[in-house]
């Protein structure tokens, strides 16, 4: 009975949102008008742009793909990045609350960094340099997004590296045509709080878009790493966004900053002042010496600029210039337990990168039958080996009747950095085949090149062909077949970080995916939109850490170096199913995924992948007062799952 009424209570406390928005542009003369509109955008009509580099239907184009609205992301209470990803199939999450707020992937390609799905801004890939990866967390907030699209399957045809297992096209509120201010201000738990703010003003044919937002939180408490643990804290994290734009022109500038406490992303046990836990080595995991027991201070920077013009009514030229910093600042350390010595240390670390790149893109479209998308893509990334670190200095203090020995700051002097080039050709190539059944053909590749300086070759070639087929059943029945590859490029983390018994390896090989995938959409009446999806995934060259190399440490001839090498496989096999269903004022959606994923190790065993679910399932229904009101329902039901040979939890039990 307890266990139903704590159900209760978690599908209550956490399902149920009402939202109100206030807004200075909108009018109750325009709830109907915006009633009747939504069925559009939630029945796979609404257009989007990321699956071929054209605007077309949802449901009829060359890829799985769902669109999350900005009108969505209101009526559901989505406050930040997984939020979304929670009522999507296909995805799984595991909460880290710490260096990532949750780890997530798409179509059972887990990795336990954010580095197998390519994020995008506004067109301009969202990163940590150093592993490929998105810290995402409070920094990255919805409210000035207008809508998101996510692709399913290999996307490295269009996209190059790391638009492995799919990708998430996020785009923002920069080309609306009202002037307003917008602010939203909110409360939770673990004194939770934020302030959001939009500034939208139109002069002319220039639109000016700035967005800002803060967060801060003292985060979850688990209490099983320490009665005192206040290691998932968030705070002072912001965002910072302008855009302004005309018709042709669109420039752009972010900053994301969030200063976090490790959390529980590293399985090392923890460590009280009491000095009783644990007997071997451990994170410092309560607040010590006037401070929290780490800082993980993530900053990204971005600029941009895009120019799209018509040359003619069959030639379209677009073209984008951009420069990406993002780093580890130098302010961020975590306090380490060294049994030999009986002390703590203060461990401080940063790193810093950038990327500087630009891509020019023609669009022919001689007439309805064909039509053709091609450009060049020139990058060139300074990326800094590994996160920058400083050893003991000597300095014993003691604070709290503790000895710690203080380790010296990172400067900017101690950066050892690597510079890159890649260079990239890509086209897409549509064509209707005038089969009995309307079908329409694609045929996509991208060839990169990618070289360190100073070196003959990094990975050096990667060629990523696609093949879609869309045929149109009936007017309203859709089938796709698709087939695509990918690649994830070795990180400059991947090939240079070392311990006292990991040696770098800087010849590894991209990992690689291949996919083949069939779905069916069918619209049910003008209210139900239904889609169910079949796809195999099969993984290679995966990068797999810690592999004994058989080379003996000098002066410790008992134990060998141990290297990150290319030594893995892994197969998924999955089917999604989704429903929505719009009614005047209200809609329905349920998704159910099942996915089944194993990985072979160099040694030839075979596991499960881990954090994988076989079965997910949720549901929600979104009612309507007007434009301004709406209350969300949902429930999520996560089926059994393993975790990593790392963890103390072999498998983590269904949950809802």
Same mark, same amino acid.
Request: net charge negative; proline share 3%.
């Given at each position: ?248 022109? &669109?420039?752009? =500038? #972010?900053?994301?900053?969030? *200063? %976090? ?5 590293? /399985?090392?046990? +923890?460590? @009280? ?56 600042? &130098?302010?961020? =350390? #975590?306090?380490?337990?060294? *049994? %030999? ?5 203060? /461990?401080?670390? +940063?790193? @810093? ?304």
């Amino acid at each position: 009975m307890k266990k139903r009424l704590h159900s209760l209570f978690h599908f209550l406390y956490v399902g149920v949102i009402c939202c109100i928005s206030l807004s200075a542009f909108a009018s109750t003369d325009e709830d109907l008008t915006f009633l009747m509109s939504l069925s559009l955008e939630q029945l796979g009509d609404v257009e989007i742009e990321s699956a071929s580099f054209r605007s077309e239907k949802q449901s009829e184009a060359p890829a799985t793909a769902i669109v999350i609205t900005e009108q969505q992301i209101k009526d559901r209470g989505y406050e930040f990045f997984e939020d979304l990803l929670r009522d999507i199939p296909g995805f799984d999450l595991v909460q880290v609350n710490g260096t990532y707020r949750s780890v997530f992937s798409q179509r059972g390609t887990f990795s336990g960094e954010n580095n197998r799905s390519l994020i995008l801004i506004d067109g301009i890939v969202e990163s940590n340099m150093l592993e490929g990866s998105l810290l995402h967390g409070g920094q990255y907030s919805l409210h000035n997004v207008k809508k998101v699209e996510i692709i399913y399957g290999p996307a490295s045809a269009l996209y190059g590296a790391n638009a492995f297992g799919g990708i998430i096209s996020i785009t923002t509120n920069h080309d609306s045509q009202e002037d307003y201010i917008d602010y939203h201000y909110g409360q939770g738990t673990f004194s939770s709080r934020y302030h959001k703010l939009q500034i939208n003003k139109k002069i002319s044919d220039v639109k000016v878009h700035i967005s800002a937002h803060t967060y801060d939180t003292d985060g979850v408490t688990f209490e099983n790493r320490g009665e005192n643990y206040s290691n998932s804290y968030v705070h002072n994290a912001y965002s910072l966004e302008a855009r302004v734009s005309t018709n042709a022109w &669109l420039w752009g =500038y #972010s900053r994301y900053n969030r *200063p %976090s406490g490790l959390g529980t992303f590293s /399985n090392v046990s +923890g460590f @009280e002042q009491t000095g009783t836990e644990p007997p071997g080595p451990g994170l410092l995991q309560s607040d010590f010496n006037n401070e929290k027991p780490s800082l993980w201070h993530m900053v990204s920077e971005t600029a941009f600029v895009k120019y799209k013009q018509k040359i003619s009514d069959r030639l379209t030229f677009s073209s984008k210039l951009f420069t990406r910093k993002s780093s580890i600042a &130098l302010d961020s =350390y #975590s306090y380490n337990y060294i *049994p %030999s010595t009986a002390q703590l240390e203060r /461990n401080s670390f +940063g790193h @810093e990168s950038d990327t500087t790149g630009a891509e020019i893109r023609l669009d022919y479209t001689p007439n309805g039958d064909w039509d053709f998308v091609g450009g060049v893509q020139w990058e060139r990334s300074d990326i800094e080996r590994g996160y920058r670190t400083k050893f003991a200095d000597g300095t014993d203090i003691t604070s709290d009747g503790v000895r710690f020995n203080r380790i010296s700051q990172v400067s900017r002097e101690d950066r050892i950095s690597d510079v890159y080039k890649n260079i990239a050709l890509f086209g897409q190539f549509r064509k209707h085949l005038k089969f009995s059944i309307p079908t329409r053909l694609l045929l996509g590749a991208r060839y990169d090149y990618n070289n360190q300086y100073g070196r003959d070759f990094n990975y050096g070639e990667t060629f990523n062909p696609r093949l879609g087929l869309v045929s149109e059943l009936s007017p309203s029945t859709t089938m796709k077949f698709l087939y695509g590859t990918a690649y994830r490029a070795p990180t400059s983390f991947d090939r240079f970080t070392t311990t006292e018994v990991r040696r770098a390896n800087p010849d590894l090989s991209p990992e690689r995916l291949t996919t083949v995938e069939m779905g069916v959409n069918h619209r049910w009446s003008d209210n139900i939109y239904i889609e169910a999806n079949i796809y195999r995934n099969n993984i290679s060259n995966t990068i797999i850490s810690n592999v004994d190399t058989g080379i003996p440490i000098p002066n410790n001839t008992a134990v060998n170096f141990s290297e990150n090498q290319n030594a893995g496989e892994g197969h998924s096999t999955g089917a999604e199913f989704r429903l929505n269903a719009v009614f005047n004022n209200f809609d329905i959606f349920m998704n159910g995924t099942w996915q089944r994923a194993s990985q072979d190790n160099q040694y030839g065993t075979t596991n499960a992948w881990p954090n994988i679910a076989e079965f997910k399932a949720n549901g929600g229904v979104t009612w309507r007062y007007n434009q301004d009101v709406s209350l969300y329902i949902v429930e999520n039901w996560v089926g059994k799952r393993s975790t990593s040979l790392t963890s103390p939890l072999s498998e983590v039990d269904a949950y809802a």
